[in-house]
């Protein structure tokens, strides 16, 4: 077994662009569980790309900024990452939104 070579064990996973996009991020899960095979990795997307990440062995949890077709509000999203105590954000294409997002969240 291979030893935990990360300081973190609850990563999320931030790509909230089109699915291709997605797609090219899946990379970045697998190496996480690579070098921390007990961690938990959550994708936080889009609703029409989650499809993405629920078929992906090494993510555990999807998180939506959508809610039927209509976009959650921050503060909404805000609630969901706290609550899920994510310790390390992982932003593959950063955005002023996605950074306050993270940092809002205590991530």
């Given at each position: 077994?291979?030893?935990n070579t990360l300081k973190y064990?609850?990563?999320?996973?931030?790509?909230?662009?089109?699915?291709?996009?997605?797609?090219?991020?899946?990379?970045?899960?697998?190496?996480?569980?690579?070098?921390?095979?007990?961690?938990?990795?959550?994708?936080?997307?889009?609703?029409?790309?989650?499809?993405?990440?629920?078929?992906?062995?090494?993510?555990?949890?999807?998180v939506t900024i959508d809610k039927?077709?209509?976009?959650?509000?921050?503060?909404?999203?805000?609630?969901?990452?706290?609550?899920?105590?994510?310790?390390?954000?992982?932003?593959?294409?950063?955005?002023?939104?996605?950074?306050?997002?993270?940092?809002?969240?205590?991530?």
């Amino acid at each position: 077994m291979k030893k935990n070579t990360l300081k973190y064990n609850r990563f999320l996973v931030i790509r909230t662009d089109r699915i291709g996009d997605v797609i090219l991020t899946t990379p970045v899960a697998a190496a996480i569980k690579q070098n921390c095979p007990s961690s938990h990795v959550t994708l936080l997307c889009r609703e029409e790309t989650a499809i993405i990440g629920e078929r992906n062995p090494n993510i555990d949890a999807i998180v939506t900024i959508d809610k039927n077709g209509k976009n959650k509000s921050f503060f909404e999203l805000v609630r969901t990452l706290k609550s899920n105590n994510y310790e390390c954000a992982i932003m593959v294409h950063p955005t002023f939104t996605l950074s306050i997002l993270a940092a809002a969240a205590g991530i």
